[in-house]
């Protein structure tokens, strides 16, 4: 069965402060590992799709990186706004469903 | 501009009560997701439909779910006899269909079961 494990499950920064949230995961022949960004009662955001290890992808301040067991969303000096939860997910095998980890809820302190 | 529509916002209902929900995608797409998330939970897969047919389904997706695409465009979700563990957050989706695309989700429906 696809698994999915996300840490810290909360996170707490001061602005400015860089930081590293994990994600991993166990899979049969993944497709894409994707990074969302959620704010309360919103839905997923898009951030990223990853498809093989050594891949990264980066916008503005976030860069995620992906091997063959996990994946890394690297914040690199946060700002308030970019508080939320960010939810990690896979597509793996022949199925078209996303399997989502827990989430990390990330907190940036003026 | 949402990619996708998702009406309403909040529903409450009785136990034993059938709820419909309503998605509208801004643009043309074949394939179409329900997900559910309950309060302090995962976002779960419920359903994934493609060209006027449920593709894939989860063990979640029970006798009491329906979808269906009625005129083309609405994209619906039918709970025939809510549960108070029905409760949760609904999203649409939709995506390309293809290996490895993202998906677009809709601001949801919070269904409250009383």
């Not at chain 1, 860069?63 to 969303?73: D, G, Q, R």
């Not at chain 1, 990690?88 to 990390?104: I, M």
Request: charged content about 25%; aromatic content about 12%; some cysteine.
């Amino acid at each position: 069965e696809d698994q999915v494990t996300q840490s810290p499950e909360a996170l707490r920064l001061q602005e400015g402060e860089s930081s590293s949230l994990n994600c991993s995961y166990t899979v049969s022949g993944l497709r894409g590992l994707f990074w969302y960004r959620q704010d309360p009662g919103k839905g997923p955001e898009f951030l990223f799709t990853l498809y093989s290890a050594g891949e990264e992808k980066e916008k503005e301040r976030l860069k995620a990186t992906l091997t063959k067991k996990e994946s890394f969303l690297h914040i690199t000096a946060p700002k308030p706004e970019d508080s939320a939860t960010y939810l990690c997910a896979v597509q793996a095998g022949g199925a078209q469903k996303l399997v989502f980890g827990q989430g990390t809820r990330l907190t940036i302190n003026p | 501009e949402p990619e996708v529509t998702q009406t309403p916002s909040h529903q409450v209902t009785q136990m034993g009560q059938e709820v419909i929900l309503r998605c509208v995608p801004i643009s043309n797409h074949l394939y179409f997701y329900w997900y559910r998330q309950i309060l302090g939970q995962k976002v779960e897969f419920l359903v994934s439909f493609y060209n006027n047919e449920i593709s894939e389904k989860s063990e979640i997706f029970d006798d009491q779910f329906s979808v269906e695409r009625p005129d083309g465009s609405n994209f619906t979700l039918k709970i025939r006899s809510t549960k108070l563990e029905d409760s949760a957050m609904y999203f649409c989706a939709r995506g390309g269909g293809g290996s490895g695309e993202k998906l677009f989700f809709g601001s949801g429906t919070q269904l409250s079961v009383l």
